[in-house]
């Protein structure tokens, strides 16, 4: 991380067919036109890029032509609005990649639209995509046209208010091949647009959001299986019971006291853990969760008790965790419901003053 610059001239090694990081300097010999003449594959992670000086320079990588390559990762430097490339977009637009690229990553760029290159067919074969603190872009490609796409990861795009049509494409399905899906620090994202006659991720397994204050709706998403919510608000976990299909459901940091009514029908739930919730009292609503196989419970510290009431109808439970719960003083005399439990753990509850009876 500390590394500034590579020795100068790498043009010259004209056998070399692997190279996983250039750094883009501004003098000669340091430029990204020693990319040129490279034939590199397998990854290649590009980085100050603010250093390209013009569209010229940047063509220069000749990165259309690299047909082995399969990931590719370009980084600007993170910037403020004081030093940013006025060609920054025209840079972006001159990096356009081969056709077989797999995997493509895009971190601090400070355009305000994505390249064009990124509107046809040049990312048909793309697997995995990336967008990582840029933060001036209001709209993303039609993404949702990538046939190969399986991996969509959305980090720190400040000025992304929608993730709607315009994302979708223009087929009867969008993300028809995409199975994990994350949106992580986006704190101007409101809206998960609904389409009448277009099938969204039909093939979705795992949704992460993660610090998205302002979302409150999630899409029919039928296959999915995973859900991580981190920071969410009160509508948008209302808004989960309607997945009564998912098995795997992970609550951070959230601000709720008492978990929404209607998550007891979630009848296919078989992990649920329970992450930093300073607020949550009452667990009563797991009740008919009949299918739970894990419960983690970390760092609640608001929760005095497991209730009875909670715990009857996990028949099915085989592994409790309990840790950091610092308020904690008794455990429920309904634990002798548990009848499946193997593993009971309990970690960091200094409050703690008896076992349950039996």
Request: net charge negative; proline share 4%; glycine share 6%.
């Amino acid at each position: 991380d500390s590394l500034t610059s590579l020795p100068d001239h790498m043009g010259q090694l004209t056998c070399l067919q692997s190279l996983s990081m250039f750094l883009v300097g501004q003098e000669e010999g340091y430029q990204v036109g020693e990319l040129k003449e490279l034939y590199l594959g397998g990854t290649l992670s590009i980085k100050r890029l603010e250093n390209v000086r013009n569209l010229e320079d940047a063509k220069k990588a000749n990165l259309k032509r690299k047909q082995e390559l399969i990931s590719l990762e370009l980084y600007w430097s993170k910037s403020n609005e004081e030093n940013i490339s006025k060609n920054v977009e025209e840079v972006l637009e001159s990096l356009e990649p081969n056709s077989n690229l797999k995997k493509l990553s895009i971190n601090f760029f400070q355009g305000s639209k994505f390249p064009n290159w990124m509107l046809g067919l040049v990312l048909k074969n793309l697997v995995e995509i990336s967008f990582k603190d840029c933060e001036r872009c209001e709209h993303l490609p039609p993404l949702g046209k990538l046939q190969s796409l399986k991996i969509l990861e959305i980090r720190r795009m400040c000025s992304l208010k929608y993730f709607n049509h315009g994302d979708y494409g223009d087929g009867e399905s969008s993300f028809p091949a995409l199975e994990t899906l994350k949106f992580n620090e986006m704190p101007s994202l409101e809206e998960w647009a609904m389409v009448d006659r277009v099938e969204i991720c039909p093939c979705l397994r795992e949704l992460v959001i993660s610090g998205c204050p302002k979302m409150t709706k999630l899409p029919f998403l039928p296959a999915l299986e995973r859900l991580t919510i981190e920071e969410g608000n009160e509508m948008l976990f209302r808004s989960v019971i309607n997945l009564t299909w998912i098995s795997y459901f992970r609550i951070t940091k959230c601000n709720l006291k008492i978990l929404p009514d209607g998550l007891d029908n979630l009848f296919a739930l078989k992990t649920l853990s329970l992450y930093r919730c300073p607020e949550l009292e009452n667990l009563s609503v797991l009740k008919n969760l009949h299918s739970l196989r894990t419960l983690s419970i970390w760092g609640c510290n608001s929760l005095t008790s497991l209730p009875v009431q909670g715990l009857q109808g996990l028949t099915s439970l085989t592994s409790l965790k309990i840790t950091s719960c610092d308020k904690l003083i008794s455990l429920s005399d309904g634990m002798q419901y548990l009848t499946a439990l193997r593993a009971w753990s309990i970690q960091q509850c200094p409050e703690i003053q008896s076992f349950p009876e039996g």
